[in-house]
């Protein structure tokens, strides 16, 4: 399922957020779950399921993958990471466990691979974007112990 074709905006990383939330909170004004048959309560779901992918930075990359034939989110097809990739998130790991707050330095190498990820991802280069994509969900991972 395409969720930029369901909000009707472009297929792009970067989403005017409020236009989004403006086209989510209309259809909800005119959604009313007591009149609707199946086929509304389906639309109804898919929107509300859009918005929150469409509105989360990763999960919106992660789509964009998909609708390219790569999907991040699915361990069985996702690409395999690097080994250096690994090493990375158990060393945050084990400083995590060693009693550090890795806060910041997790959240600003997220972002940093957030930007390389647009970046790769705009040049058409979506396997390695993915790869990229992949690096943050390890180290979001690696952050939650």
Sequence with gaps: MNYFKIFEIKEEIEIDLDLLEE?????????????????????????????DILSDEFSRIAHL??????????????????????????????????????????GEKCDA?????????ENGDFDRSAQELMRVKYLRKASKI
């Design 23 to 51: 086209k989510y909170h209309d259809f909800q004004r005119n959604f009313h779950p007591d009149k609707a048959g199946i086929e509304e309560i389906e639309k109804s779901m898919a929107f509300n399921e859009g918005f």
């Design 65 to 106: 993958l998909k609708i390219n034939g790569i999907d991040v989110n699915d361990d069985s097809k996702a690409p395999k990471v690097d080994m250096e990739v690994l090493q990375e998130a158990m060393e945050l790991q084990e400083r995590i466990l060693e009693g550090e707050d890795l806060k910041k330095e997790i």
């Design 113 to 121: 691979a957030l930007t390389e990820t647009k970046r790769l991802f």
